[in-house]
């Protein structure tokens, strides 16, 4: 029997530790761990936004991720045409996409030519749109400041205003 080849596919903005999680997790579950990373074209199709992070820097910041073999650029959403690509035998998603009708359909879909889907944990207290928010927050609360004053740790207040 060869080696058994993963597939983690993402976004991987705004690199956290659910994404550290995921990738640790799959690691454990295959031989070979390749890393699926949206383009920038896909992100802005699928998100209506782009990245924060560029594809080259999301790339090398995987590429240094001990758990990653090799990455991928996904320029398409369908998982079923990247594994006629890439050929995994098992695709890793957090757990917050079990049950959805996507995740169902591709549970399918992959059951036909034998790659497992394997759901792990998704770590709720954080995720890249906490992150996003929390970014807009502050360049709200940047573009706010009068010239010469600097943003303080004082907390904002549910109308935008500070302590």
Not at 67 to 86: H, L, R
Not at 117 to 128: D, E, Q
Not at 150 to 163: F, I, K, V
Request: negative net charge; glycine residues 6%.
């Amino acid at each position: 029997m060869g080696e058994r080849v993963g597939y983690a596919p993402g976004v991987f903005d705004l690199f956290h530790v659910g994404h550290l999680n995921i990738l640790r997790r799959a690691r454990a579950h295959c031989d070979h761990l390749i890393a699926g990373v949206c383009s920038d074209d896909l992100v802005l199709q699928l998100k209506g936004r782009p990245p924060v992070v560029p594809l080259s820097e999301r790339l090398e910041i995987l590429r240094s991720v001990r758990y990653v073999d090799e990455t991928f650029v996904a320029t398409v959403n369908d998982k079923v045409e990247i594994w006629k690509e890439v050929r995994f035998d098992v695709i890793f998603k957090g757990d917050d996409w079990l049950g959805t009708d996507l995740w169902t359909h591709l549970e399918n879909e992959f059951a036909k030519v034998g790659v497992e889907v394997v759901y792990f944990p998704y770590t709720a207290h954080t995720s890249s749109t906490l992150l996003r928010h929390a970014l807009d927050v502050l360049t709200v609360r940047t573009a706010s400041l009068a010239p010469g004053e600097r943003l303080t740790e004082q907390p904002l207040l549910s109308d935008g205003r500070r302590a």
